[in-house]
């Protein structure tokens, strides 16, 4: 696949190579976009399908009960390839119980589930490229289906401390949640979902912290029980928004929600302010 050429200003992930078959460029280092091969079965039409679509198998150990969830995250995606031309671009597929293949096999993009006892993260989304061209060759995704009973376990703290804190308090109400700094409770606080460069990806993370704290709060209201259908669903839809993020990291998309600009314009003086985002009132 003939490779396509970063640039910082877009969102994606790269491949970096060193090309010394030449001494022309000021410096060998080469980056391309990560993407996979995708080429339209009828190169003329408007819309078309591809020769070969992006298949996501769904590993055996999903429970059904997040089946569906988790392959409306992997559809979703088609709606941003309709964009550009591509109809059932992605696809997502059942793997049986008794398959003969694993689902974490090369060349098989999957969205698999862990368990563990205290959860290191909620989602993950790595893939694997061609380094001659950026091409991506294989994902697996891994949701942890305990993550969000960890974080729910986290936050109770929560209770027993905000009530004493001053609302003005920006540092402790940002260790209280856990978001290691005023700055990072403010960009959240203002709905960005922007990362420092070598920044952990943490979206699942706070998709956890949300969904326990709403539990929580509507449960102590007498709103919602534990065990019932709402609650059931907030589950259900926590899933299909962590798949959704998952299965953007797996197509190349990088930790971001929008252009990255190379560090020496982010701290240029002449970088025109980014107005305030308006906030509902409380």
């Known amino acids: 696949m003939r490779p396509r050429a970063s640039d910082p200003r877009v969102g994606y992930f790269t491949t970096?190579?060193?090309?010394?078959?030449?001494?022309?460029?000021?410096?060998?280092?080469?980056?391309?976009?990560?993407?996979?091969?995708?080429?339209?079965?009828?190169?003329?039409?408007?819309?078309s399908e591809p020769v070969k679509p992006i298949v996501f198998w769904i590993d055996r150990?999903?429970?059904?009960?997040?089946?569906?969830?988790?392959?409306?995250?992997?559809?979703?995606?088609?709606?941003?390839?309709?964009?550009?031309?591509?109809?059932?671009a992605v696809q997502a597929r059942q793997q049986p119980d008794d398959a003969s293949f694993d689902t974490l096999d090369v060349g098989v993009a999957s969205v698999r589930f862990i368990t563990s006892a205290e959860a290191a993260f909620d989602g993950s989304g790595p893939s694997v490229t061609d380094p001659r061209s950026g091409e991506i060759l294989d994902a697996d995704i891994a949701i942890d289906g305990n993550a969000a009973r960890s974080m729910r376990g986290l936050r109770t703290q929560v209770y027993s401390r905000a009530d004493a804190m001053d609302p003005a308090d920006k540092e402790g109400l940002a260790e209280l949640m856990q978001f290691g700094s005023p700055e990072r409770l403010a960009a959240l606080q203002a709905a960005q979902h922007l990362h420092a460069d070598g920044a952990w990806c943490d979206y699942a993370a706070h998709?956890?912290?949300?969904?326990?704290?709403?539990?929580?709060?509507?449960?102590?209201?007498g709103d919602i029980a534990p065990d019932s259908p709402e609650a059931q669903a907030f589950a259900v839809e926590r899933?299909?928004?962590?798949?959704?993020?998952?299965?953007g990291h797996a197509l190349g998309c990088a930790r971001t929600s929008g252009p990255r600009a190379p560090t020496r314009w982010r701290n240029s003086p002449t970088r025109p302010s980014r107005p305030p985002m308006a906030r509902p009132p409380r």
Do not use: M
């Open 239 to 247: 899933i299909f928004a962590i798949t959704t993020h998952e299965v």
């Open 16 to 47: 970096a190579v060193n090309n010394f078959s030449t001494d022309i460029k000021v410096s060998p280092r080469q980056r391309f976009v990560n993407r996979w091969r995708l080429e339209k079965k009828e190169p003329a039409a408007e819309l």
């Open 207 to 221: 998709t956890s912290e949300q969904f326990g704290y709403a539990l929580d709060v509507l449960e102590s209201r």
């Open 61 to 88: 150990t999903v429970p059904l009960a997040y089946r569906d969830a988790v392959t409306r995250g992997i559809l979703e995606w088609n709606k941003a390839f309709e964009k550009i031309g591509f109809k059932h």
